[in-house]
């Protein structure tokens, strides 16, 4: 229990016990007065009443006025009117004295009041947030099954419309053998060899790419008279018309939302893209590095040029293109003096620098 200033004390209470632990007090013996123990759990701010202190005080003031009273009646004791005031004294501070602890008990028992109606309000409390987390808890799984029932009621018709479209090909299927038979059937031997035609052989993918510009608008606007249902709100009533908005906002919403997780999976396929691109030109530069390549050398449109002798074997040119030309124009003899004028400064200077004798 710890006490702050003011009279006021925090009291730490059990959260599974109804009332707190006691024992007794450093003023127990005079005047009854538990102190609450200090169990772990959730803090009580108790407000006790200065009537508790100001008893405290005046216990102390009369032991101290008992005291000054002994002293005195040591000094007079045959004076009766002494005497009598003293026993008046007595009686009156005996009657203060019971005027406070009933005050005292009184503020204790409106103390203990206010306690019980905050545990029972805390209690109230508890059981309201139970039964909240147990209805939030009730319509997060009725929401799961919904959901879940939800994509179990559209895998069955996404199937149910996939076997009507499978009997539907198979019934024309069998419809248009049954119609060659009946046509062969009349016909006799027929030797002529029918030629195949030219789109036999191309795949759907090069179908789609081979048609005219005509044809994919056509197709966009079959698609799109299919996709896009006309609104039949002749007749209808306010509730209905309202409805319908509501039913043409929710399907605005998830076309919305498709909309942005199919950007933000286009965002990250590019950025993923683009991650495996650096990756390989990495790899790539290793590579041409690992076979004595400029690093670039792989990670251009086209391969490099293939060595057909190796590095070791032929020595690279390092002269210009200017100094090549002049080899070509002549040069080589001016090339040659000066290699002899060169050869000339040097042997000059050994003979300058050679040590004579005297």
Request: some cysteine; glycine content about 6%.
């Amino acid at each position: 229990m710890d006490t702050i200033s003011g009279g006021l004390y925090l009291v730490r209470t059990h959260p599974q016990k109804t009332s707190p632990g006691f024992r007794s007090g450093a003023y127990g013996s005079h005047c009854g007065l538990p102190e609450l123990c200090g169990a772990p759990g959730p803090l009580l701010v108790v407000h006790l009443c200065s009537s508790f202190i100001t008893t405290r005080n005046h216990v102390r003031r009369r032991r101290s006025l008992l005291e000054e009273e002994e002293v005195v009646e040591t000094e007079g004791q045959g004076d009766p009117e002494f005497i009598k005031r003293q026993d008046q004294k007595r009686s009156d501070l005996d009657e203060q004295l019971r005027e406070y602890i009933a005050e005292w008990r009184k503020q204790r028992a409106k103390e203990e009041d206010e306690l019980k109606k905050l545990k029972e309000k805390q209690a109230k409390r508890k059981v309201a947030r139970a039964d909240e987390e147990r209805k939030m808890a009730e319509r997060k799984k009725a929401e799961e099954e919904r959901r879940v029932r939800e994509i179990e009621e559209k895998k069955q018709r996404d199937m149910e419309e996939k076997r009507q479209r499978l009997e539907e090909a198979e019934k024309k299927r069998q419809a248009m053998m049954q119609a060659l038979k009946d046509q062969n059937k009349n016909k006799g031997p027929n030797f002529t060899i029918t030629k195949r035609d030219a789109g036999a052989n191309l795949s759907a993918a090069q179908m789609e790419r081979n048609k005219t510009k005509e044809q994919l608008e056509e197709e966009k606007k079959i698609s799109l008279s299919i996709r896009i249902k006309p609104l039949q709100l002749d007749g209808l009533s306010l509730d209905a018309l309202r409805t319908k908005a509501h039913e043409l906002w929710d399907c605005i919403v998830k076309l919305e939302t498709e909309k942005y997780d199919l950007e933000e999976r286009q965002k990250r396929q590019d950025y993923d893209l683009k991650e495996l691109k650096e990756r390989q030109k990495q790899q790539l530069r290793h590579k041409a590095l690992k076979k004595g390549l400029d690093p670039e050398a792989l990670t251009g449109k086209y391969p490099p040029k293939i060595q057909v002798a190796s590095k070791y074997e032929r020595r690279v040119d390092t002269r210009s293109y200017g100094d090549k030309k002049k080899l070509f124009e002549g040069g080589f003899d001016m090339l040659q003096l000066e290699q002899m004028e060169k050869v000339w400064r040097e042997k000059v200077n050994e003979f300058m620098n050679r040590t004579r004798t005297p």
